[in-house]
């Protein structure tokens, strides 16, 4: 008489899937950190023209493991850290002449996101958990 009892065996590998899986999940992770960071920025950013605040943006690295929040205004440097100017320098795109030495920081890009690592760990073990 025959044996009757057959095992199958089938090995599936889905590394691939899962990786992409993850890469995935850490891209839309940043892009909402991204946005929620911008703006937290935007909120915090000093206005005269607008001009500062309409330029903030973010940018999830093409890897997909960072994404910078930042604007590309050559004076947004000055206004996040402070600087020293000249006094009595006229300057004619605010039409009057310096008075102060020295430029108190009026920080808005690292408040966005350092006052708010508590919600984007949270978004990004939400998206991982999908």
């Known amino acids: 008489m025959a044996d009757s009892n057959m095992t199958f065996s089938i090995a599936v590998d ?10 995935d999940a850490c891209r839309r ?3 909402i950190c991204g ?7 935007k909120i915090n950013c000093p206005v005269r023209t607008g001009n500062l605040r309409n330029s903030i943006t973010h940018e ?8 910078t929040v930042g604007s590309a205004t050559s004076y947004a440097p ?6 020293i100017q000249e ?3 006229y300057v004619p795109a605010i039409g009057r002449r310096l008075k102060n030495e020295f430029v108190k ?6 408040p966005a996101v350092e006052n708010h690592l508590t919600e984007y760990k949270s978004i990004i073990e939400n998206e991982l958990k999908k």
């Open 105 to 110: 920081p009026r920080p808005y890009l690292r």
């Open 60 to 67: 999830v690295a093409d890897d997909g493991k960072s994404v």
């Open 87 to 89: 006094v009595g320098r």
């Open 35 to 41: 946005g929620k960071a911008e703006t937290y920025a």
């Open 29 to 31: 992770a940043l892009e």
């Open 78 to 83: 000055f206004v996040e850290l402070g600087h």
């Open 14 to 23: 889905n590394t691939d899937k899962v990786g992409q899986e993850l890469i």
